[in-house]
C-alpha cells in the first residue's frame, strides 16, 4: 500500500521557529479564486445598484431643461438647448420659492429641537442609572415603530386645540415629536461608546453636567449628531403626510405640497417642464446635504464598532 510522502519542510535558520506561512497550504489558490469571483460579483452588484439610482436622477435634471413638446416625443434624447426659463417659471409663478422658504424653516427648527433635546435625553439614558431607565428607553423604541397612519386623526384635534393648526411653529413641534424616537436610540447606542473618564476628570475639576455635556460629551459625539441629523433630515424634508393634515393653508405649504399642488392643478394640460424643474429644485438641497456630509455619515455609523 503506497503512502503519500508529505513534502519535507524548509530548514528553519538556526533559533528560528517554523510559523504558519513556512508551511505550504494547499487550500489558499481556491481561496484566492473564490475571492476574487466573490468581489467581481459584489462590485458588478453595486454598479448596477449605482446605475439604478443615478439614472433617475440625471432623466429628471434633463428633462428640467426640455419644453414639453420634447419631453413626450423625445423623452431620452438630450434637450435641444437650455430651457432656463422653466426654473424661472417654477420659482415665480408655481410658488416654489414660498414653499421652499417655508420647508427650510420648518425643517431648520424641527432638526435643531430634535438634535437638542434628543442628545439631552440619550445622554441621561446613557450614562445615568435611575428607576424606570430601561422603560423609558423601551418607550422611545416603541414611538420607532408606532405607524403615524394611526394618529393622524387624533394628533389633528390636539394640535387644532392646541391653536397650532396651519401653524408653522405648530409643524415643527410635530416633526420633532415624530423624530425624537429614533434619534435617542440612535445616540443612546452612540454616547454608550463615548469613554467615560474624561467625563469624570470634569467632574473632578468642578464642572456641573450641564457644562460636562455641552462643552465636553457633546462635541465628542459630533460625528452621530451628523449622522442621525442627516437621517432626519431627510425623513422631514421629504415629509408630505403630516403637513397634508395638519397645514391646510395655501400661504404655509411646503415643497412636497407644492409639488402635488403643481401636478394637481393642472390635470393632463400640465406644466410637465416646470413640475420637473420644481422637482430637481427639492431634490437638489438633499443631494447636497449628503455629498457634502457623507463622510461624517460614515463615521458616525462605524464609531461604535471601532470603539
Do not use: C
Not at 103 to 113: A, D, E, F, R
Not at 250 to 272: E, F, H, I, M, N
Amino acid at each position: 500500500m503506497k503512502t503519500t510522502e508529505t513534502p519535507a519542510l524548509p530548514p528553519a535558520e538556526s533559533g528560528a521557529p517554523v510559523g504558519k506561512a513556512d508551511v505550504p497550504s494547499a487550500g489558499r489558490p481556491g481561496r484566492k479564486k473564490e475571492g476574487h469571483v466573490l468581489n467581481a460579483f459584489s462590485h458588478g452588484f453595486l454598479i448596477l445598484w449605482a446605475v439604478m439610482v443615478v439614472m433617475p436622477l440625471l432623466w429628471a435634471v434633463m428633462t428640467s431643461f426640455k419644453d414639453d413638446r420634447s419631453i413626450f416625443s423625445s423623452p431620452w434624447a438630450l434637450p435641444d438647448k437650455l430651457h432656463f426659463d422653466n426654473w424661472s417659471r417654477a420659482w415665480t409663478q408655481a410658488n416654489m420659492s414660498d414653499y421652499f422658504l417655508n420647508t427650510v424653516l420648518v425643517v431648520g427648527g424641527s432638526l435643531i429641537g430634535t438634535l437638542v433635546l434628543g442628545s439631552m435625553a440619550a445622554y441621561v439614558l446613557a450614562r445615568f442609572d435611575f428607576p424606570g431607565n430601561r422603560f423609558i428607553y423601551y418607550l422611545f423604541i416603541g414611538g420607532m415603530s408606532f405607524p403615524i397612519m394611526l394618529a393622524l386623526v387624533p394628533l389633528f384635534y390636539v394640535v387644532n386645540n392646541m391653536g397650532l393648526l396651519n401653524t408653522i411653529h405648530g409643524l415643527i413641534l410635530v416633526y420633532i415629536a415624530y423624530s425624537l424616537p429614533f434619534t435617542v436610540f440612535f445616540l443612546t447606542a452612540f454616547f454608550r461608546t463615548l469613554p467615560t473618564s474624561v467625563a469624570e476628570a470634569a467632574f473632578v475639576d468642578g464642572a456641573s453636567h450641564s457644562r460636562t455635556f455641552f462643552q465636553i460629551m457633546l462635541p465628542m459625539a459630533k460625528p452621530g449628531l451628523i449622522s442621525v441629523g442627516i437621517f432626519n433630515f431627510l425623513g422631514q424634508w421629504n415629509q408630505y403626510m403630516l403637513p397634508t393634515v395638519l397645514n391646510t393653508d395655501p400661504d404655509k405649504r411646503v415643497l412636497t405640497q407644492g409639488l402635488v399642488q403643481l401636478a394637481a392643478s393642472q390635470g393632463y394640460k400640465g406644466d410637465w417642464s416646470g413640475l420637473f424643474a420644481g422637482l430637481v429644485m427639492a431634490m437638489l438641497p438633499v443631494l447636497a446635504a449628503y455629498i457634502v456630509f457623507q463622510r461624517q455619515v460614515v463615521q458616525g455609523l462605524t464609531a461604535g464598532a471601532l470603539k
